[in-house]
């Protein structure tokens, strides 16, 4: 019997009980980041010492689905960790299968309702099919999984896990394609590796590298282990401790062209940071993430501030659409930001006269879990409450960061009023686009409250021409859930370079943020 049917034999005919939820308290890190990025790392004289073992605490109880399956699933495993993410977006899809079929194409043909994962490597595209597949086994929907055509393999209530073809498929009857559902992953994990499975005590670990450094899963498990709490701390220690010092490293040289240079390869725009094993072609791969940055700026205003400004203005001259250029403006325009005030931003597209603008103020940012978000639903258990349904008024004007992991089209938001909402992006993309999908969420969750959306772009003052048009974003009417007139807005705000200086060397007072 092969792989594929003892699947069949253990899911569909016995309905085996595999899935086990369990309520953990995961260890979260007991600090927060000043920048928005990830979560600040403890620990300031990194001169001597390195990295110290980061302070834990209990901060929440998460359910965790774990599936014992005796048959060895896809991606090689007998055990699979089920984020619970995986529930949420198996229970959306489902909710739009059940909805009437209105997808037609001009000759009245039903359009297939197809739906693609994407992310980065290590994040969970192929574990989230293989919980796809357990579901539907479970089930016992029709489901095919596929590695290539020649090698589909169906289930359903006559094949019991059959190696079929595409030409197989694409000649079934018409009902029965209607319920069948083709899972398909195109880069899947090798079926020989296969590790132990992992401990909770690892998950505990793993979670925390993952909160600190931000970099996916299976990086961290490259390059900090998470064997034993001994073997953690001291490679944590090993490879942030090496950062700081090569950071510490760059802000000390006197040379600004070896800075430039070094800088470069530390901010390097990959995935990884592959460092050559002696004696061998392999090598270990080390996180390369937006954290870096973070730390890099944090290091340089403690130690050599305006050395630090120069380095920023030196690479935003010679090398302005460099990924260091853009982690470090990022890190500056969350510094201003959070440092509260008075802004005036201009609304797009900047042609008409006399310019239309938008005045607005935020308070003061404080560094407190509170103001932190990992999503859209989180940050609405947060911010309404729950006897009125309104937004809690001693919110307005507060800032939110989003994890930076979480949402790629914005970098954290404020609630000017119980109807409006800023967007702030930090950017110097000029053909940056905002994805619908950041947006939908937030629609899908203050639908009944938002009646205004305000993106607000935070870009260079020395470039402003630059930022003179609105971006691609989503209609107001493609956004999910939204029962009530909803106006969405763009704006610039220009950061100017002696905006940073100030941030570089504070005074009492509370900047201002008119730069116009």
Same mark, same amino acid.
């Given at each position: 019997?092969?792989?594929?049917?003892?699947?069949?034999?253990?899911?569909?005919?016995?309905?085996?009980?595999?899935?086990?939820?369990?309520?953990?308290? *995961?260890?979260?890190?007991?600090?927060?980041?000043?920048?928005?990025?990830?979560?600040?790392?403890?620990?300031?004289?990194?001169?001597?010492?390195?990295?110290?073992?980061?302070?834990?605490?209990?901060?929440?109880?998460?359910?965790?689905? *774990?599936?014992?399956?005796?048959?060895?699933?896809?991606?090689?495993?007998?055990?699979?960790?089920?984020?619970?993410?995986?529930?949420?977006?198996?229970?959306?899809?489902?909710?739009?299968?059940?909805?009437?079929?209105?997808?037609?194409?001009?000759?009245?043909?039903?359009?297939?309702?197809?739906?693609?994962?994407?992310?980065?490597?290590?994040?969970?595209?192929?574990?989230?099919?293989?919980?796809?597949?357990?579901?539907?086994?479970?089930?016992?929907?029709?489901?095919?999984?596929?590695?290539?055509?020649?090698?589909?393999?169906?289930?359903?209530?006559?094949?019991?896990?059959?190696?079929?073809?595409?030409?197989?498929?694409?000649?079934?009857?018409?009902?029965?394609?209607?319920?069948?559902?083709?899972?398909?992953?195109?880069?899947?994990?090798?079926?020989?590796?296969?590790?132990?499975?992992?401990?909770?005590?690892?998950?505990?670990?793993?979670?925390?590298?993952?909160?600190?450094?931000?970099?996916?899963?299976?990086?961290?498990?490259?390059?900090?282990?998470?064997?034993?709490?001994?073997?953690?701390?001291?490679?944590?220690?090993?490879?942030?401790?090496?950062?700081?010092?090569?950071?510490?490293?760059?802000?000390?040289?006197?040379?600004?062209? *070896?800075?430039?240079?070094?800088?470069?390869?530390?901010?390097?725009?990959?995935?990884?940071?592959?460092?050559?094993?002696?004696?061998?072609?392999?090598?270990?791969?080390?996180?390369?993430?937006?954290?870096?940055?973070?730390?890099?700026?944090?290091?340089?205003?403690?130690?050599?501030?305006?050395?630090?400004?120069?380095?920023?203005?030196?690479?935003?001259?010679?090398?302005?659409?460099?990924?260091?250029?853009?982690?470090?403006?990022? %890190?500056?325009?969350?510094?201003?930001?959070?440092?509260?005030?008075?802004?005036?931003?201009?609304?797009?597209?900047?042609?008409?006269?006399?310019?239309?603008?938008?005045?607005?103020?935020?308070?003061?940012?404080?560094?407190?879990?509170?103001?932190?978000?990992?999503?859209?639903?989180?940050? %609405?258990?947060?911010?309404?409450?729950?006897?009125?349904?309104?937004?809690?008024?001693?919110?307005?004007?507060?800032?939110?960061?989003?994890?930076?992991?979480?949402?790629?089209?914005?970098?954290?938001?404020?609630?000017?009023?119980?109807?409006?909402?800023?967007?702030?992006?930090?950017?110097?993309?000029?053909?940056?686009?905002?994805?619908?999908?950041? *947006?939908?969420?937030?629609?899908?969750?203050?639908?009944?409250?938002?009646?205004?959306?305000?993106?607000?772009?935070?870009?260079?003052?020395?470039?402003?021409?630059?930022?003179?048009?609105?971006?691609?974003?989503?209609? %107001?009417?493609?956004?999910?859930?939204?029962?009530?007139?909803?106006?969405?807005?763009?704006?610039?705000?220009?950061?100017?370079?002696?905006?940073?200086?100030?941030?570089?060397?504070?005074?009492?007072?509370?900047?201002?943020?008119?730069?116009?």
């Amino acid at each position: 019997m092969s792989t594929m049917e003892q699947l069949y034999e253990e899911l569909w005919v016995n309905r085996s009980q595999v899935i086990k939820y369990l309520t953990e308290d *995961i260890l979260q890190p007991d600090y927060w980041n000043p920048v928005g990025m990830q979560t600040t790392l403890p620990g300031q004289d990194t001169r001597e010492r390195g990295f110290p073992p980061p302070p834990l605490k209990m901060f929440e109880r998460q359910i965790v689905a *774990i599936q014992r399956v005796k048959s060895r699933v896809p991606v090689g495993k007998r055990i699979i960790m089920a984020r619970m993410e995986y529930r949420r977006i198996m229970q959306k899809i489902k909710w739009v299968e059940k909805r009437p079929v209105t997808m037609e194409d001009k000759f009245g043909q039903r359009i297939l309702r197809d739906y693609l994962v994407t992310g980065h490597p290590g994040c969970g595209k192929s574990m989230f099919l293989t919980y796809v597949l357990i579901y539907r086994l479970l089930e016992r929907e029709p489901t095919v999984y596929r590695r290539n055509d020649s090698r589909c393999y169906l289930f359903d209530e006559r094949h019991r896990g059959v190696l079929v073809d595409s030409a197989f498929l694409f000649n079934m009857n018409e009902r029965t394609k209607r319920h069948l559902w083709i899972l398909t992953d195109a880069a899947i994990t090798d079926p020989q590796e296969v590790e132990e499975p992992i401990t909770n005590a690892q998950i505990v670990r793993l979670y925390t590298t993952y909160m600190c450094l931000g970099p996916t899963a299976r990086v961290c498990l490259r390059s900090i282990t998470i064997n034993d709490n001994e073997d953690f701390y001291n490679t944590w220690e090993a490879y942030v401790g090496a950062l700081d010092r090569e950071i510490d490293a760059l802000i000390t040289s006197p040379d600004i062209s *070896i800075i430039k240079n070094a800088s470069e390869s530390l901010f390097l725009n990959k995935m990884l940071l592959i460092h050559p094993m002696s004696l061998s072609t392999e090598g270990d791969a080390c996180i390369s993430t937006r954290w870096i940055a973070n730390r890099f700026l944090q290091i340089g205003l403690q130690y050599a501030p305006q050395k630090c400004f120069k380095l920023y203005q030196h690479l935003s001259y010679e090398s302005p659409r460099s990924l260091a250029t853009e982690w470090l403006f990022k %890190a500056y325009g969350q510094y201003w930001l959070q440092s509260g005030g008075r802004f005036v931003a201009e609304w797009l597209p900047a042609l008409s006269k006399p310019r239309q603008l938008l005045v607005f103020n935020l308070d003061r940012f404080k560094y407190h879990p509170s103001y932190y978000f990992t999503s859209a639903a989180a940050l %609405a258990e947060q911010v309404i409450d729950h006897y009125t349904e309104e937004l809690v008024p001693n919110l307005f004007r507060k800032y939110f960061i989003p994890y930076g992991r979480n949402y790629s089209s914005f970098d954290a938001l404020s609630f000017m009023s119980a109807d409006t909402i800023v967007l702030f992006e930090i950017t110097q993309e000029k053909d940056y686009e905002i994805q619908p999908q950041d *947006i939908q969420d937030l629609g899908l969750h203050f639908s009944r409250l938002i009646k205004n959306i305000h993106i607000v772009y935070i870009i260079p003052a020395d470039r402003r021409q630059d930022y003179s048009k609105v971006r691609t974003i989503p209609q %107001a009417s493609e956004i999910r859930a939204v029962t009530q007139q909803l106006t969405i807005r763009q704006f610039r705000l220009a950061m100017a370079d002696h905006q940073m200086q100030e941030l570089a060397f504070p005074s009492s007072s509370v900047p201002e943020g008119e730069t116009l």
